[in-house]
């Protein structure tokens, strides 16, 4: 596969992440992880697999976008500079908070499929 199609399917990727993010797909956000992957939130122990039952995500309402900077792929790995427009919703109390962050991907390629291997962001501002 050409270097630009792989760019495309991990842009293809993170697009659907988002969206599974933001329909709240629990079973769907842990499909998007290799067996070993890490989402690495801000303020929180890292979470394996994205596991959407984690504690990160129990109390959460989550709606984001991505707007990716720069991909680059290097052989079965793919690193993915973007950033997100976030709003975080406390379940509990619906009180909501924006936020900008930058954020890292780092995938890799197991038979053919494109996963996440790590994610990790931080705050850039609040909106």
């Known amino acids: 596969m050409s270097t630009q199609i ?3 399917t991990v842009e293809q990727l993170i697009s659907s992440y988002a969206e599974a993010v933001n329909k709240g797909n629990r079973q769907a956000i842990s499909a998007f992880y290799t ?4 989402l ?24 984001i976008g991505f707007t990716v900077k720069e991909v680059i ?7 993915v500079e973007a950033q997100a427009n976030t709003k975080l919703t406390d379940l509990k109390n619906n009180q ?4 900008k962050t930058r954020d890292l991907f780092i995938l890799r390629n197991t038979d053919g499929d494109w ?8 705050s850039k501002n609040k909106a």
């Open 73 to 79: 792929v290097e052989g079965n790995y793919a690193f």
């Open 96 to 99: 909501e908070l924006k936020r």
């Open 115 to 122: 996963k996440i291997f790590r994610y990790i962001f931080n």
């Open 6 to 8: 792989e760019k495309s």
């Open 35 to 38: 067996q070993d992957g890490l």
């Open 40 to 63: 690495i939130p801000e303020g929180f122990k890292p979470v394996p697999q994205g596991n959407s039952n984690d504690k990160y995500f129990a109390n959460t309402g989550v709606q």
